[in-house]
């Protein structure tokens, strides 16, 4: 039974992975790529650790267990210095863009 | 001395789960590592580790879970409806919002949580103000804004961590 | 169990789409970080067909260190150094 359920919740992460990687194919700037693909893709890899545990439990559950927590806490944060890494290294954004307040400050920054 | 014993036995857990064994070996490496783990980290690990005996704040947390997993997949939802659109309907752009949470741990657990939530994504965070790159903009005003993505986590990280 | 497995090889060859065709740097980097956190649930699938339970080991050890290097390319992105 307990295989069973785990083998459902590893095909959804699977789908949610899958839906990332077209995103990140078909978005058209790195900040919505990045958008996308971070959202799906970490809790697409958190419900497989997830599947794992429900699926075999024990010592190997447990572990996934803590990679799918640290997948969760370090995911977020590598999107956020690579956001800023892009935007600092002068990647504009697409050109559909409504605004962009950061470029504004940082170009104030700059003539001070 | 309390935030030694604290980060000694957080250690010292993370290793047991890890290994998951009591074999003698193991637990003497681990009491070991721990140890030293516990003395060379001292500056860089929780600060205000009076905070971990509070109950309330547990209590917190356990009702921001479901809100936050909530909210996680709510985001996926809209992520693979704007991907699977043939027209890909966005209206991206990078929005200026006001957090009034000061700890740093709060302002890392916001970011995160906002990375992860429906349509935003934080790009740097500078005092006070997080910008933040959203995806489909509904409103160009700013108070709007904070109202939107920032209050809805503000409310349970604020009895969490400050 | 293998038509996931095929799936997620599928993923992994879209990320390398874009690491291939990314028009500036930061896309490729992106891809390269898409790419680890898929590695970390395709180690998950080898452990699951083995039975072994070491592979769960790999899976936290990748995921460390690709957290670690997304962290050293952005700020090689960013253009200065490591101790700001």
Request: glycine share 8%; hydrophobic share 50%; net charge neutral.
């Amino acid at each position: 039974m307990s295989e069973t359920i785990g083998m459902v919740i590893i095909s959804i992460g699977v789908a949610f992975d899958l839906f990332g990687c077209i995103g990140l194919v078909r978005l058209p700037d790195i900040y919505n790529r990045l958008q996308g693909a971070t959202k799906c893709v970490t809790l697409g890899t958190c419900l497989i650790l997830v599947g794992v545990l429900v699926h075999s439990g024990g010592a190997m559950g447990i572990k996934a267990l803590l990679c799918a927590i640290f997948v969760l806490l370090s995911s977020p944060t590598g999107a956020h210095a690579l956001a800023r890494g892009a935007h600092r290294s002068g990647v504009k954004l697409w050109k559909g863009s409504v605004m962009d307040k950061y470029a504004e400050d940082q170009e104030g920054k700059l003539d001070q | 001395m309390a935030t030694r014993i604290f980060q000694f036995l957080i250690i010292f857990i993370l290793w047991l789960l890890l290994t998951w064994s009591l074999a003698p070996q193991e637990v003497i490496v681990g009491v070991a590592l721990a140890l030293l783990l516990s003395i060379m980290l001292y500056d860089v690990f929780l600060q205000g580790s009076e905070k971990l005996v509070q109950p309330a704040r547990y209590f917190w947390f356990l009702l921001y879970l479901p809100v936050f997993f909530y909210y996680v997949v709510r985001a996926n939802l809209d992520v693979a409806y704007r991907v699977l659109h043939p027209e890909m309907p966005i209206r991206p752009g990078i929005v200026k919002v006001r957090t009034s949470l000061k700890s740093d741990m709060a302002k890392t657990f916001l970011a995160n949580s906002i990375t992860l939530t429906p349509g935003t994504l934080t790009v740097d965070i500078i005092g006070d103000h997080l910008y933040i790159h959203w995806i489909n903009i509904v409103t160009e005003d700013p108070q709007e804004e904070t109202e939107v993505i920032v209050k809805r986590f503000e409310v349970f990280l604020r009895r969490i961590f400050e | 169990m293998i038509v996931l497995m095929v799936l997620l090889i599928l993923c992994c060859f879209l990320c390398l789409y874009r690491i291939g065709m990314g028009p500036t740097p930061p896309d490729r980097t992106v891809g390269i970080d898409i790419l680890g956190t898929l590695v970390v649930g395709f180690c998950a699938f080898t452990a699951i067909l083995t039975g072994k339970d070491w592979y769960m080991n790999v899976a936290i050890s990748w995921a460390l260190l690709s957290f670690i290097g997304t962290i050293a390319l952005a700020k090689f992105l960013e253009g200065r150094g490591f101790d700001e």
